[in-house]
């Protein structure tokens, strides 16, 4: 059976909620995640409170009426957050990349494809259909340098990586998109 990948904007995707915390317990209780099922839980009610941030949109993969994948995205606020992993990416970065690169850019926030659908390009089809329209192609995400299958999947779809390493345990990394202007200046 095929997937069907279809973007849905903030109001919509919660009708997916339950589908999307099933798609990222299984998806990131595998290595290098190692998450449980109570972030899982956590993810889904987070997902309400992500869906208000400015310029949010989610694309959603069903096959059968089943959520087989998921990507979400929003604009970085023009001035860059603090909390979570931001602190680390701006002092790896220094203001003026940040500043340039990522504030008013479109941030992939999550993306995870069900075990069982992988290899298929689904995750290639959900991260297209998040990050394709990005405003002058500014867009840009962050993920572990431990996440070899995923920083396969963004390379070849032709995201970079920045050439600058994120402080701290998770082992991170920026990646900019296809068509981000920044790219040339990335190295990686």
């Known amino acids: 059976m095929t997937s069907e990948v279809r973007t849905v904007q903030a109001g919509e995707v919660i009708r ?13 209780a595998a290595p290098p995640w190692n998450e449980d099922p ?7 009610e987070r997902l309400a409170r992500d869906a208000l941030r400015p310029g949010f949109t989610a694309a959603v993969a069903t096959t059968g009426g089943t959520v087989t994948g998921f990507a979400t995205a929003w604009t970085t606020p023009e001035v860059f957050p603090v909390d979570r992993s931001y602190g680390q990416v701006a002092e790896a ?38 990050a394709g329209p990005a405003p002058g192609g500014r867009c840009w995400l962050l993920t572990s340098v431990r996440a070899q299958a995923a920083l396969r999947l963004y390379e070849r779809t ?14 991170l990394v ?15």
Do not use: K, M, Q
Request: net charge negative; proline share 7%.
């Open 16 to 28: 997916y909620a339950d589908g999307i915390r099933d798609v990222y317990a299984s998806a990131f």
């Open 38 to 44: 109570a972030e899982a839980d956590a993810y889904a």
């Open 93 to 130: 970065l220094g203001p003026g990349r940040t500043r340039a690169w990522l504030c008013g850019a479109l941030e992939v926030n999550e993306l995870a494809v069900a075990p069982g659908a992988h290899g298929g390009g689904l995750g290639a089809a959900l991260l297209d259909a998040v």
């Open 158 to 171: 032709g995201w970079r990586r920045v050439d600058v390493p994120v402080p701290g345990r998770a082992a």
């Open 174 to 188: 920026v990646l900019l998109g296809p068509r981000h202007p920044g790219r040339d200046e990335a190295g990686g």
